[in-house]
């Protein structure tokens, strides 16, 4: 939740933080990358730091790394049952490429980390390649990615492959020479773990294309794709129940069923409004602090690769047919898998809307629309595209 700080205090909090990153107060021109680390609640948690410069000053932005994060495993991040099943089994397989995929912030370290901690059992070797490493975990073998001196990612992982690795975790897989040695890991014995940026499941599969990687080796490689977002926890201690309606189900596409289940939404306070209330002594939520949200949950669309798939992508299909295809063989998409998370309580649809709503769901909001604009509003006759007013109550239409 945003709050906005006192315009004679920014310079200031931006050079403090700076101080105890390490970076450069003097600095102002260039973009600049540090962290620190604090001590919270019993625990330490680190920070990653980075400024960028603006036309109205430097941006500041933080990135919390919680060490106790990469020690609850998939069982606390998927709450889907199947989905937890097949992701613990895909992390026991001796060899194939794993792909974790979103945009940035959306958890995919985690969800890396909760996978190698599925895996790293005693005599496992295990090998990370990262950029930076952000957790110092037990039993690891962890490298850390310096461009300057020309160690990269692709470098390091053809070091891993002659070190007789078992499970190897790349970082991110950016270009062509990283994936094709991820591939080829994947091939000969090694369980790899990676992650690209790309919206769904699906698209992973083109993304490797783009970088190079032949349709045959990426079907024999690949054995799952995840894609991820983070979608916020609405509070259950104030959160607000409602029955959808009509409405809701045509803007989301929703099964008529959803008219008997409890939805809940988030009771969010503007923040003027929260630091009124408690000038007055008035209470508000203690669990959220009246901002209607407490913590995150995962949103997952776990793509497993099938004959049915392999066969597909070995003959160039196109996303759209790929991910038609892995439905069609038991894949949950981001979409439903959130409307599974609103209809269990953990957040609501204006997050849905936020985060992971698609093209497909604007679609079907638009069909809505016009399905609407054919309907009388007062008496609910069908009326005619090119009708203006119903011709039994004579209401206007409302296009």
């Known amino acids: 939740d945003n709050k906005r700080l006192p315009k004679n205090i920014v310079n200031a909090v931006v050079s403090r933080f700076k101080i105890i990153s390490n970076l450069n107060i003097a600095e102002k021109r260039v973009p600049q990358d540090g962290k620190l680390k604090r001590m919270f609640q019993g625990r330490r948690v680190d920070f990653r730091v980075n400024t960028c410069p603006t036309q109205n000053g430097e941006k500041i932005c933080l990135r919390i790394l919680d060490n106790s994060a990469t020690q609850l495993g998939l069982d606390k991040l998927i709450t889907d049952p199947e989905s937890l099943q097949l992701m613990q089994s895909m992390a026991q397989r001796p060899f194939g490429l794993i792909l974790v995929t979103g945009p940035t912030g959306s958890g995919k370290t985690t969800t890396l980390y909760s996978l190698l901690a599925e895996c790293n059992d005693e005599g496992i070797n295990i090998s990370t390649a990262e950029d930076p490493v952000e957790y110092n975990l037990p039993g690891l073998n962890q490298c850390q990615v310096i461009r300057e001196k020309g160690t ?5 992982l053809r070091a891993f492959l002659r070190q007789d690795p078992d499970v190897i975790l790349v970082g991110e897989t950016r270009d062509q020479e990283t994936a094709k040695t991820a591939i080829e890991a994947a091939l000969t014995g090694h369980l790899v773990l990676t992650t690209l940026h790309t919206n769904d499941a699906p698209s992973a599969i083109a993304r490797l294309e783009e970088m190079g990687i032949e349709s045959f080796m990426t079907s024999t490689a690949v ?14 201690e104030c959160r607000i129940p409602y ?6 189900l045509d803007r989301f596409g929703l099964p008529s069923s959803d008219l008997q289940n409890t939805f809940y939404r988030a009771n969010k306070i503007p923040p003027e409004e929260v630091e009124r209330r408690k000038a007055a002594g008035q209470a508000v939520c203690k669990k959220c ?10 949103c997952y669309e776990i793509m497993k690769m099938t004959e049915r798939l392999q066969g597909a992508i070995n003959k160039g299909a196109t996303t759209d047919a790929i991910k038609e295809i892995a439905v069609q063989e038991g ?46 509003t007062s008496c609910g006759a069908v009326l005619k595209p090119e009708m203006v007013e119903c011709p039994y109550c004579t209401t206007p239409r409302k296009f």
């Open 152 to 156: 990269t990612f692709a470098s390091i």
């Open 223 to 236: 054995i799952v794709v995840l894609a991820q977002r983070l979608l916020r926890r609405i509070c259950s």
């Open 243 to 248: 029955n959808p309606n009509q409405e809701d």
């Open 289 to 298: 602090g009246g901002a209607g949200y407490k913590g995150r949950v995962g």
């Open 331 to 376: 894949m949950k998409t981001l979409m439903a898998y959130g409307f599974d998370l609103v209809r269990q309580g953990y957040t609501d649809l204006d997050e849905i809307m936020r985060v992971v709503y698609t093209d497909k769901g604007r679609e079907a909001e638009e069909r809505a629309k016009r399905k609407r604009s054919l309907e009388c």
